[in-house]
């Protein structure tokens, strides 16, 4: 089920990035759920509630936690875990597994296939009062001491299979999966494992309903219909008002305009302007906007502190700070990937008419961004595009001094006649959760693939070694001797 080799282990608990789960029956189904059922999941504005649902048939409305949607897989007698599809990031070893896997036993379940979401409580988000966000679970997934890793929940919100049971034909008839559920886990919101929080209401009662799992910490709410497979979810809209810095250009309905918008929040401080990059925002500009802020933007262009482009390549022109923008979206995204979001910290010499490039520091990302006005009575220069609105400090960072990048730890050569074997580890500098890198170069001239080249990641230096001591059991076989250092 699980290769081991991809996890990174610390004690009892395991995780890997990607490609630990080696049944692939199981991630096939796990994948084929996540995408007619999960992403299939239409989204709602809550200024929209009141006109979408003003019957009265009855719904399901579920807390929608801020936290990482995993797939959980359980069998008697085997170790249980929670996995991503079709990424097969995985992770056991958990406390709350260990839990759930007890529930189910003790159920006299032999088998089950779950969707959950694995959340911190709001008591130990890391701020000891703001919801404890997805960012903060991947935090502790990848970094956080055992006591942190005892606080992961699980809420278990949907049954895939049960003892071979497919319950995916039942999203039309979700209370009686509700059932199931709540009878296996039970709803005592407090324990570490429980039914996902859940209320039947009729429809006009939804935008209250809705105030209230916001007023509870909830990231949103989920609504089902009873009646029939149709889901929804809602999220509050963020609003955050931005300096535009710089702006992409291409053609779009046979007209030029605007692509998308590079936009920065401001630190207070004094001197020059210390300006963070955020996020680019494309969506919800209308093409008379698009091509009416290119003759605005175009006058304003500077040169570029750094080369940056879009996701499709296309060169990023910088321009004088002068026009702040109001965007909307879902939510702040602090970490990807098990890695922490960092955008570009530039000063802005009003002087000189430039950029300086001072460093990349942590800053969140708004989620679905949309393009909402210009505010033209917001000046940035008096707090209209202040950093404060996303975090909850506006002092400036402190740059750390440059560090060398990459460090060579250990490079071994092996030589067999025309064969070659190079093992090569190197640390890479920076706030990275697997800052190890390994390197296996496998070279045969009379092969007709020569060159062959494999990489591995690893959390620790100890990990990093071992992994090496393994490749090179496997790889060098009898004959092979050290040539050199490479």
Not at 30 to 54: C, G, Q, Y
Not at 175 to 189: H, I, P, R
Not at 273 to 302: H, I, K, M, N, Y
């Amino acid at each position: 089920m699980i290769d081991r080799s991809k996890l990174s282990m610390r004690g009892r608990y395991g995780i890997a990035v990607s490609g630990a789960v080696t049944d692939h029956v199981l991630l096939a189904v796990a994948t084929e759920f996540e995408n007619t059922v999960m992403r299939k999941i239409a989204a709602v504005a809550p200024t929209d509630l009141a006109s979408r649902f003003a019957g009265t048939d009855p719904l399901l409305v579920t807390h929608k936690y801020d936290g990482e949607g995993v797939l959980v897989y359980y069998e008697d007698g085997q170790e249980c875990f929670a996995f991503s599809a079709p990424s097969g990031r995985a992770r056991l070893g958990l406390p709350a597994l260990d839990l759930l896997a007890s529930k189910l036993k003790s159920a006299g379940v032999n088998k089950a296939l779950l969707r959950c979401e694995l959340y911190l409580d709001a008591a130990a988000a890391a701020d000891g009062g703001r919801r404890a966000g997805v960012s903060e679970v991947i935090r502790v997934s990848f970094s956080g001491s055992d006591e942190d890793l005892a606080r992961l929940r699980l809420a278990v919100i949907d049954a895939v299979m049960i003892d071979g049971k497919d319950l995916r034909p039942q999203q039309a008839a979700f209370a009686q999966t509700m059932d199931q559920l709540t009878a296996l886990f039970g709803a005592d919101l407090d324990a570490q494992v429980h039914t996902v929080a859940a209320e039947q209401i009729t429809e006009d009662q939804v935008p209250q309903a809705f105030e209230r799992h916001v007023a509870a910490g909830a990231e949103g709410v989920v609504i089902r219909r009873l009646n029939r497979a149709e889901t929804y979810k809602v999220k509050p809209i963020r609003s955050v008002d931005a300096l535009i810095i710089g702006f992409v250009e291409g053609e779009f309905e046979g007209q030029f305009g605007i692509s998308s918008l590079l936009t920065a929040l401001c630190y207070e401080g004094d001197g020059d302007p210390w300006l963070q990059a955020f996020s680019r925002v494309g969506s919800g500009l209308t093409d008379a906007q698009r091509v009416e802020l290119l003759d605005q933007l175009r006058p304003l262009q500077v040169s570029a502190p750094l080369a940056m482009t879009d996701s499709s390549g296309r060169e990023v022109q910088f321009i004088k700070p002068r026009l702040v923008l109001e965007m909307h979206g879902e939510d702040l995204v602090h970490a990807e990937g098990g890695r922490e979001q960092r955008t570009q910290l530039l000063s802005w010499n009003e002087a000189q008419g430039a950029y300086e490039f001072l460093g990349l520091t942590a800053c969140p990302r708004l989620s679905f961004a949309r393009f909402r006005q210009i505010r033209e009575d917001k000046d940035w220069r008096q707090g209209g595009a202040r950093i404060s609105q996303i975090l909850d400090r506006d002092q400036r960072p402190e740059l750390r001094p440059a560090t060398e990048q990459t460090r060579v730890i250990r490079r071994e050569v092996y030589a067999k006649g025309e064969m070659l074997r190079k093992l090569v580890v190197v640390h890479k500098a920076g706030e990275l959760s697997f800052p190890y890198l390994i390197y296996w170069t496998d070279y045969s001239a009379k092969r007709a693939e020569p060159l062959k080249v494999t990489t591995d990641l690893a959390a620790s230096e100890e990990r990093a070694m071992a992994i090496a001591e393994k490749l090179l059991e496997k790889g060098l076989t009898k004959g092979f001797v050290p040539v050199g250092a490479g």
